[in-house]
């Protein structure tokens, strides 16, 4: 709870100044103007506005401060009839009570919304990994290998006479280095199908890309696609859930896959870009499959319609609404001569949105 307070305090500065910017401008017109007038009756629109920081604990503290506001400019003003002004200002206090239950509800309502939609993402994700059980088990049975062949190849030079311990160490750095290697796969995998909490953090995309390409190397292979990447050195870090949008990339990356995959002839090229124009960043996958028609290409991103036999529609439909929370945009076009070019742009540093919805 301290650290999304920090966060809030952090990314949303001008939110947190201008709300109370508002209620002192009432609070100041409230305080100068006749009894008669409800002035009071503004602050509902400050809590409303409070609703944007997403915490209950945000809506009441504005409520609270809004209700002690109206009793203290009652006090203070010394204009008008005091019975009309002690009218107007218990109807100020029902509406700013009335304005925070709902906004609760509100609130409330919408972090239902998101829950259910995170439980959503987390189930494709889980699905999705399993799609790609033997592209990760082969990325795991390769270092296993090495770690046998390793470590009876440091048994042999230790068995020998005389004893080889030069030989019989860098055999066993190799067994590290394999055991290393298995666990990073073990560890990429347990992180994506990991039911955590959203989280805001400064992302490295270029790493979290390649990620989500050693995870799919095997599945790549197993399609026989010719892989490229042109990843830019100077993106720029945008704030983010890591494993949402690896999600959102790896969802990217396995549709291209099997575009292409039922191909006859032709080439199979899949190039991952990713590039940033300074103020934003765009990610993209293009392959050499089949192009979609631009009836086919409006319908791609809603839920439950797919163009694989057999497919749920829900991979893109997620991948939209995670990019989406990020404050960025989806998109899908036609790639020439011959395939799709499917991609999402991301705002960096502060034009990045707050809310998380995946």
């Given at each position: 709870?301290?650290?999304?307070?920090?966060?809030?305090?952090?990314?949303?500065?001008?939110?947190?100044?201008?709300?109370?910017?508002?209620?002192?401008?009432?609070?100041?017109?409230?305080?100068?103007?006749?009894?008669?007038?409800?002035?009071?009756?503004?602050?509902?629109?400050?809590?409303?506005?409070?609703?944007?920081?997403?915490?209950?604990?945000?809506?009441?503290?504005?409520?609270?401060?809004?209700?002690?506001?109206?009793?203290?400019?009652?006090?203070?003003t010394q204009r008008g009839a005091q019975e009309s002004g002690l009218v107007n200002g218990a109807l100020s206090l029902i509406a700013i009570a009335a304005t925070t239950y709902l906004a609760l509800r509100?609130?409330?309502?919408?972090?239902?919304?998101?829950?259910?939609?995170?439980?959503?993402?987390?189930?494709?994700?889980?699905?999705?990994?399993?799609?790609?059980?033997?592209?990760?088990?082969?990325?795991?049975?390769?270092?296993?290998?090495?770690?046998?062949?390793?470590?009876?190849?440091?048994?042999?030079?230790?068995?020998?006479?005389?004893?080889?311990?030069?030989?019989?160490?860098?055999?066993?750095?190799?067994?590290?280095?394999?055991?290393?290697?298995?666990?990073?796969?073990?560890?990429?995998?347990?992180?994506?199908?990991?039911?955590?909490?959203?989280?805001?953090?400064?992302?490295?995309?270029?790493?979290?890309?390649?990620?989500?390409?050693?995870?799919?190397?095997?599945?790549?292979?197993?399609?026989?696609?010719?892989?490229?990447?042109?990843?830019?050195?100077?993106?720029?870090?945008?704030?983010?859930?890591?494993?949402?949008?690896?999600?959102?990339?790896?969802?990217?990356?396995?549709?291209?896959?099997?575009?292409?995959?039922?191909?006859?002839?032709?080439?199979?090229?899949?190039?991952?870009?990713?590039?940033?124009?300074?103020?934003?960043?765009?990610?993209?996958?293009?392959?050499?499959?089949?192009?979609?028609?631009?009836?086919?290409?409006?319908?791609?991103?809603?839920?439950?319609?797919?163009?694989?036999?057999?497919?749920?529609?829900?991979?893109?439909?997620?991948?939209?609404?995670?990019?989406?929370?990020?404050?960025?945009?989806?998109?899908?076009?036609?790639?020439?001569?011959?395939?799709?070019?499917?991609?999402?742009?991301?705002?960096?540093?502060?034009?990045?949105?707050?809310?998380?919805?995946?």
């Amino acid at each position: 709870m301290m650290r999304d307070r920090e966060r809030m305090r952090i990314e949303r500065p001008w939110l947190w100044l201008g709300l109370v910017a508002l209620m002192a401008a009432i609070f100041a017109a409230d305080t100068l103007t006749n009894l008669e007038i409800a002035v009071a009756v503004l602050y509902v629109a400050v809590i409303l506005i409070s609703v944007r920081f997403d915490r209950p604990v945000v809506v009441v503290s504005f409520g609270l401060g809004s209700a002690v506001l109206t009793v203290l400019s009652y006090l203070l003003t010394q204009r008008g009839a005091q019975e009309s002004g002690l009218v107007n200002g218990a109807l100020s206090l029902i509406a700013i009570a009335a304005t925070t239950y709902l906004a609760l509800r509100i609130e409330a309502a919408e972090a239902r919304v998101r829950q259910a939609q995170a439980e959503l993402a987390h189930m494709s994700r889980v699905t999705t990994m399993g799609e790609l059980t033997a592209s990760i088990a082969h990325e795991v049975s390769q270092p296993l290998a090495g770690i046998v062949a390793s470590g009876h190849a440091a048994l042999r030079w230790l068995a020998a006479t005389p004893s080889d311990v030069g030989e019989a160490r860098r055999a066993l750095e190799r067994v590290v280095a394999d055991a290393d290697r298995a666990g990073e796969v073990v560890g990429r995998v347990r992180n994506l199908v990991a039911k955590s909490p959203p989280s805001r953090d400064r992302l490295d995309m270029v790493a979290l890309i390649e990620e989500v390409l050693t995870l799919t190397r095997s599945e790549l292979r197993r399609h026989r696609l010719v892989l490229r990447t042109d990843l830019a050195d100077d993106l720029a870090q945008p704030l983010g859930d890591r494993v949402q949008l690896q999600q959102v990339v790896l969802n990217l990356v396995i549709n291209a896959a099997e575009a292409m995959g039922g191909l006859e002839s032709g080439p199979r090229d899949l190039l991952v870009g990713a590039a940033s124009d300074g103020g934003r960043i765009t990610v993209s996958v293009r392959d050499t499959g089949v192009s979609l028609t631009p009836a086919a290409i409006e319908q791609v991103f809603e839920a439950f319609h797919s163009t694989k036999p057999g497919g749920m529609g829900m991979g893109l439909a997620i991948s939209r609404s995670i990019v989406e929370a990020h404050g960025g945009t989806i998109y899908a076009a036609v790639n020439h001569p011959r395939g799709m070019v499917f991609g999402f742009t991301l705002p960096v540093a502060g034009a990045t949105s707050e809310r998380q919805h995946g």
